[in-house]
C-alpha cells in the first residue's frame, strides 16, 4: 500500500485534511505527510538488526582475504604441470589401458559382452594398483603393490605367449613377443602411476582453491544481495521525499485556500505551532 503511495496520494483526503486544520487554526503538514506516509525510509544498521546484517556484508573482509588466499594458491600451482592436463591424459591412459585388458580378454577366449566387462575390471585394477604405487609410503605396502603389479603382468606374459606360440616358432621369440605385448598392455598403467605422482601434491591445491572459490562466491552473492537491499532503500527514500514534498505543497495550498475563505490570514510554513499557541492565549484576555 505504502509503496502505491510513493507514487500518488489521495487528494480528496489532503484537501479535507488542510481545511480542518485551517478551521482548527493548526498548519502541521509533516503530520499529515507522516500519518499518511509512514517514518522516512532510511538505512540504520546502528538501529535496526536487519540492517546491521546487511550492513556487515557491504564491507566484508572475507572477499579480500579469499582473494589474496585464491592468489596465493595459484602461484603455487603454477610451480606444478597443470592439473587438468594430467587428468586428461590419465583418462586416456585409462581408455588405452581398457582397450588393451579387452584384447587379453578375447584372446583368453571370453565372448562378447563379459569380455568388455571383464576388460574393464582388469584395467581398473591393474590403474588401482599403479595409484597404490603412486601412493604408498609405507615400505612394505610399495613391495606389496610391486608384487601384485608383477604377479598380472606374468599373468598376461603367459596369456600372450599362449596366444602368439605357433608352429616352428622360436620358444624365445614367442617369449620375447609376450614379454612386449604385456609391456604394451601395462605400460599405460606404469605412465600412469608416474602422472599420478606429479598430480599428488597438486591435489590438495585443487581442492582448496575449490573450497577458497565457492566461500568467496557465497561471500560476493551475499555482498550482492546487500548492495541490492540498500539500493532498494535509497529507491524507496526518493520516492517518499517526493511524494512528501508534492503533499507539503498540495497542503500549503489547500490550507491557505480555506483560511483565505475563512477571512483569515495564512499561517507561516515554518512556524505554526506559535501562532496556534498565540492564538489560545490570546483568549482569555478578549473574555476578560
Not at 603455487?76 to 585409462?94: C, E, G, K, Q, T
Not at 604405487?133 to 598376461?156: P, W
Request: hydrophobic share 45%.
Amino acid at each position: 500500500m505504502f509503496e502505491r503511495l510513493f507514487e500518488g496520494f489521495d487528494q480528496n483526503d489532503l484537501n479535507q485534511r488542510a481545511r480542518e486544520d485551517a478551521r482548527l487554526n493548526i498548519y502541521e503538514p509533516d503530520a499529515y505527510v507522516l500519518a499518511t506516509l509512514g517514518p522516512e525510509p532510511s538505512f540504520d544498521p546502528v538501529g535496526n538488526l536487519r540492517h546491521a546484517n546487511v550492513g556487515s556484508h557491504l564491507q566484508d573482509p572475507r572477499i579480500e582475504e579469499g582473494e589474496a588466499d585464491i592468489r596465493g594458491l595459484e602461484e603455487d600451482l603454477a610451480r606444478h604441470p597443470n592439473a587438468h592436463f594430467l587428468i586428461a591424459f590419465l583418462i586416456v591412459l585409462l581408455f588405452v589401458e581398457s582397450a588393451g585388458a579387452i584384447y587379453v580378454m578375447r584372446a583368453i577366449g571370453i565372448d562378447s559382452p563379459e569380455r568388455i566387462v571383464f576388460g574393464t575390471a582388469l584395467a581398473a585394477c591393474i590403474f588401482f594398483t599403479a595409484w597404490l604405487l603412486s601412493r604408498a609410503r609405507n615400505r612394505a605396502i610399495s613391495v606389496a603393490a610391486l608384487l601384485s603389479l608383477g604377479l598380472l603382468m606374468g599373468a598376461l606374459t603367459l596369456i600372450r605367449v599362449g596366444e602368439n606360440a605357433g608352429e616352428g616358432a622360436s620358444r624365445t621369440v614367442d617369449w620375447a613377443t609376450g614379454i612386449i605385448m604385456t609391456a604394451v598392455t601395462v605400460g599405460p598403467a606404469l605412465l600412469a602411476e608416474h602422472l599420478l605422482r606429479l598430480l599428488s601434491p597438486v591435489q590438495p591445491l585443487v581442492r582448496q582453491r575449490f573450497q577458497l572459490s565457492r566461500r568467496l562466491a557465497s561471500a560476493r552473492f551475499q555482498q550482492r544481495k546487500a548492495t541490492w537491499f540498500v539500493n532498494r532503500v535509497a529507491d524507496r527514500r526518493e520516492r517518499w521525499q517526493r511524494t512528501a514534498a508534492r503533499m507539503r505543497s498540495a497542503y500549503d495550498i489547500a490550507h491557505r485556500n480555506a483560511r483565505a475563505a475563512l477571512g483569515d490570514s495564512p499561517f507561516p510554513t515554518n512556524n505554526s505551532t506559535a501562532l496556534v499557541r498565540r492564538n489560545q492565549s490570546s483568549e482569555p484576555d478578549n473574555i476578560q
